[in-house]
């Protein structure tokens, strides 16, 4: 919740809220491969994630670049896809991510460490607005 809170002060946002793509809390992706094989664990979590784009100032897509396997990948496929439409509709054309991915925030730090060369020295706050940059929502579905 730190690397968020950093990211929604870089925004200039007063307000954090954060959703999950995937309702159910979960430690990793294996786990999200496990209880992520039936559709409706997934669609219970849209009316949330939409009633967060109507009061979005900025959207950070944050879920990992790792899929789930199994049956939970092509749900997490068409949940990205919804996730998409949804936030073109609320009128939300672009989200934030770090690098260009929807990286999850506790791998934010590790993105930007000195040893990968992808930003200039500086403090984490400095580091991580080098790399946090705006896509098309709609590159996210891919």
Do not use: K
């Not at 609320?90 to 000195?114: K, L």
């Amino acid at each position: 919740m730190n690397q968020v809170r950093v990211a929604a002060g870089i925004l200039d946002c007063q307000h954090l809220r954060v959703v999950n793509l995937f309702p159910v809390p979960t430690r990793d992706v294996p786990a999200i491969s496990a209880l992520g094989t039936q559709p409706e664990v997934w669609l219970a979590g849209r009316a949330e994630v939409a009633a967060a784009f109507r009061d979005a100032d900025a959207v950070v897509a944050g879920w990992g670049v790792t899929a789930p396997v199994g049956p939970a990948r092509g749900f997490m496929r068409e949940q990205v896809a919804w996730f998409a439409g949804a936030a073109e509709d609320a009128g939300i054309p672009e989200v934030w991510t770090v690098g260009g991915q929807p990286r999850h925030p506790s791998r934010w730090h590790r993105y930007v460490a000195d040893r990968y060369g992808r930003v200039t020295p500086g403090s984490p706050t400095e580091r991580l607005a080098q790399v946090l940059v705006a896509v098309p929502v709609g590159t996210l579905a891919g």
